[in-house]
């Protein structure tokens, strides 16, 4: 109920209520109102480009430092470590990083992380730049189609980048060598590759060496490859001489693997990820045998000190196999003891490279090699060298050697041999040895002791004769030698004084003469004084006894 309005106070005036105005901003908050809102324009902007936050577990933290360290894919950044912690258990380093929107579609399986720090191995040098800029997180992007946020860091750079093409192969070697990661595979002396890794087995009998080739090189690996250690200098003094081999100056360093194929091998390319076994040598890569290969069994009783598993076998100075295994043949039946000698024999290196001859059957085959034998084919030990003594195996005819026949039943089959020359020179020396032992030797060395001593009393005697004769005879032989010298002094002088002193009727004529007669008689006496001292020994003691009629 209202109260009745009061008309007696002029004074007083109505009052009336005005409609309510519009809400107005003042000026003084027009700004950060235009902050914020370009803030949360900036913060939207910033949340839909950011990438996706990952996860990188490392062994250590060295070279993780939050908000600094980046995150570079082909030298660009593509993410930025945001926080390290210790893992739960403390084995390993977790790291998150915030990885930028165009990262996101190479974040798959088999992407790969890993620390790049100053590196120096005996190969390459690698994150000199580090030193000045600083650690940073390296990153291969993989090929994979499934997504991950958790990855596993790797301890060392990868030695090759998952984009490159090429080849990858498994090999297997008793030692590693010189080899490391990274390490150089060679072919021909060109390096086509690297050595990616490496572990030893479960059992810790050998190593497993994974290498990768690049293209285009990679297809010169074959299923016949083979493999060897090409580290530092191979010196060898073999059957066949000194051997120097190194496949390049940096391999004699850093060490190497090279590979070739065998003449003859397989060229058939070989899968990814084929195992290959590692030789120590070239040479004893190159003489494995191959798949076409003949293996033959041979039985020596001769000594077989000086041959070695991978001696050269020939034929007539031409290297056609290597020797396989030794070991020791006993016949308990017989009581006999002898060697067995596995040889490797390549049939094309007996075959011209222009030859069109047909391939044999197996029954060809060996009628073949029986007739061989037939006319004298044996197998035989030889000298290859006479400082080191080493033997290699020999294949040649020996027209008169006993009658044999190839052993087909044995595995392998076994070919006849031939006692070595060496071995026979030993025989006969030790025959004519018995032959020298078994004469009286002490008895001829009496009897030529005293027959030398008699021949000195005979030789004594004559000399005392020949004295004897000699105080004779000297007498009127130096006469007639005076004579003779004057003579001659006689004719230089008339011979100076001209032709006319050799006149047939000269007076030097006449003496010359006469004194060649009186040598001439001289001569007659000696001679007839020999043959009576020859018939008559005793005249020179007893005197000239005269002759009966």
């Not at 809102?37 to 990438?51: K, S």
């Not at 570079?72 to 390993?92: F, M, P, T, W």
């Not at 190497?256 to 070989?270: I, V």
Request: glycine share 8%; net charge negative; hydrophobic share 40%.
């Amino acid at each position: 109920m209202t109260e009745p309005h009061d008309t007696s106070a002029p004074f007083l005036s109505a009052a009336h209520v005005d409609p309510p105005g519009r809400f107005r901003i003042p000026l003084v908050w027009i700004i950060p109102l235009v902050a914020a809102l370009i803030g949360l324009f900036l913060a939207a902007r910033t949340w839909i480009e950011q990438g996706p936050v990952i996860t990188l577990q490392f062994a250590t933290g060295a070279g993780l430092e939050p908000g600094k360290t980046r995150i570079k894919y082909k030298d660009i950044d593509v993410g930025l470590i945001s926080a390290v912690r210790l893992s739960d258990d403390g084995s390993h380093v977790v790291a998150q990083a915030q990885m930028a929107r165009e990262a996101a579609r190479l974040l798959v399986e088999d992407t790969r992380f890993w620390v790049v720090r100053p590196r120096v191995t005996g190969s390459a040098v690698s994150g000199l730049d580090t030193l000045l800029s600083g650690s940073y997180v390296g990153m291969d992007a993989g090929k994979s189609s499934t997504s991950k946020r958790d990855f596993l860091g790797l301890d060392d750079a990868p030695v090759i980048s998952l984009g490159v093409p090429g080849r990858r192969f498994s090999l297997h070697s008793e030692t590693l060598g010189s080899l490391d990661v990274g390490t150089p595979v060679y072919f021909r002396r060109v390096p086509v590759g690297q050595v990616t890794g490496f572990r030893l087995d479960e059992q810790g009998r050998h190593l497993d060496i994974q290498v990768f080739v690049k293209a285009p090189y990679d297809r010169y690996v074959t299923v016949d490859t083979r493999f060897w250690h090409a580290s530092g200098v191979d010196v060898k003094l073999a059957a066949d001489g000194l051997q120097l081999n190194t496949e390049s100056l940096a391999s004699i360093v850093t060490g190497g693997l090279a590979f070739e194929t065998p003449e003859g091998g397989d060229a058939e390319p070989a899968p990814e990820g084929l195992d290959f076994a590692v030789f120590a040598t070239r040479t004893e890569a190159l003489k494995q045998p191959g798949h076409d290969a003949q293996i033959w069994r041979l039985r020596f009783t001769d000594s077989l000190r000086g041959l070695q598993v991978g001696a050269p076998v020939d034929f007539r100075g031409m290297q056609i196999g290597e020797v396989l295994a030794i070991r020791p043949d006993v016949d308990i039946d017989r009581a006999d003891i002898a060697l067995l000698v596995d040889v490797a024999i390549f049939p094309e290196r007996m075959t011209a490279r222009d030859s069109k001859a047909r391939e044999l059957n197996e029954a060809e085959h060996k009628a073949f090699i029986e007739r061989l034998v037939a006319r004298g084919l044996r197998a035989q030990l030889r000298n290859g060298n006479l400082v080191t003594g080493q033997l290699y195996v020999a294949l040649d005819f020996f027209p008169d050697a006993d009658k044999g026949s190839v052993q087909w039943t044995s595995t392998p089959p076994r070919l006849p041999t031939q006692r070595g020359s060496l071995e026979e020179l030993q025989a006969s020396l030790g025959r004519i040895a018995a032959k020298l032992d078994r004469l009286p030797l002490d008895d001829i060395a009496t009897e030529t002791r005293g027959a030398i001593e008699g021949l000195s009393r005979a030789v004594a005697r004559t000399e005392a004769l020949m004295q004897k004769l000699d105080g004779l005879v000297s007498n009127d032989i130096r006469a007639t030698v005076d004579e003779t010298r004057q003579a001659m002094a006689e004719a230089r002088a008339a011979i100076g004084d001209g032709r006319r002193l050799l006149a047939s009727d000269a007076p030097l004529q006449q003496d010359l003469r006469d004194s060649l007669q009186e040598l001439s008689r001289a001569a007659q006496a000696l001679r007839h004084l020999a043959d009576t001292l020859e018939r008559q020994p005793e005249a020179l003691l007893r005197g000239k006894t005269g002759e009966k009629d």
